[in-house]
């Protein structure tokens, strides 16, 4: 049984333009959710996270948006540069561990 | 945040052997986690490496096929034993650090 979600395994979008990830929890005891970026042949990186009292985080050209009641968040990146090209995932915590989604593959064009 | 060497990179290994896995952070950690991603899947947690007390693992993982040693605080390895083509997959270490959480690279191992 998945508990977090990413239904989009690929999306493409224009320089320029928003990418819209999103990623949807079934697990109702999870209270912070995280994003990641990987490369090829490299280890995820943090990219962001919310905390479940917050249901908004920016950092830049990231915001990271919570609906608890929907048990869902999305990662919107304005504006999406080539650089942003790589698999995204999603990850939520109640405690130390990390429940990882599948990723989505964002590939932003010139 | 901190720093994680983790070798070997990648590997073609034998069905039958076993790989160890290394990753050294350059500060102390209490805790260590252990991933798998297998080819299209998600990252998948192995087992916690506490340093100075036998690992926790997950539902589906044991001690006797990942064997993890956490000999000090900036230092784990895991082991893959008795290796068969199912294991090929990117095996990652991850320390907490701050907001998030830092990985290795990631050890590509391909089991033939």
């Known amino acids: 049984d998945q508990q977090v979600k990413q239904n989009s395994p690929s999306l493409s979008v224009q320089e320029g333009r928003i990418s819209i990830l999103n990623c949807d929890y079934t697990?109702?005891?999870?209270?912070?959710f995280l994003w990641y970026k990987k490369y090829p042949a490299e280890g995820p990186t943090f990219l962001i996270s919310?905390?479940?009292?917050?249901d908004k985080n920016e950092d830049g050209r990231f915001t990271v948006f919570l609906n608890k009641s929907a048990k869902h968040l999305s990662l919107h990146i304005v504006p999406s540069q080539p650089g942003d090209s790589a698999v995204y995932f999603c990850?939520?915590?109640?405690?130390?561990?990390?429940?990882f989604g599948k990723g989505t593959k964002l590939t932003v064009n010139p | 945040s901190a720093v994680i060497s983790q070798k070997p990179s990648r590997d073609i290994c034998q069905r039958g052997t076993s790989l160890t896995i290394q990753c050294q952070v350059d500060s102390q950690v209490t805790m260590m986690f252990w991933y798998r991603q297998q080819p299209g899947q998600s990252l998948t947690l192995i087992a916690t490496?506490?340093?100075?007390?036998?690992?926790?693992?997950e539902s589906g993982f044991v001690i006797d096929k990942f064997p993890i040693s956490r000999p000090n605080l900036t230092f784990s390895t895991l082991t893959v034993s008795n290796m068969s083509p199912e294991d090929s997959s990117i095996y990652l270490c991850?320390?907490?650090?701050?907001?998030?959480?830092?990985f290795g690279s990631g050890t590509r191992l391909t089991v033939v």
């Open positions: 919310i905390s479940s009292i917050k």
């Open positions: 490496a506490n340093q100075g007390s036998e690992a926790t693992y």
């Open positions: 697990n109702s005891m999870f209270d912070y």
């Open positions: 991850s320390v907490p650090t701050g907001e998030g959480y830092t």
């Open positions: 990850a939520a915590s109640g405690s130390e561990k990390l429940v």
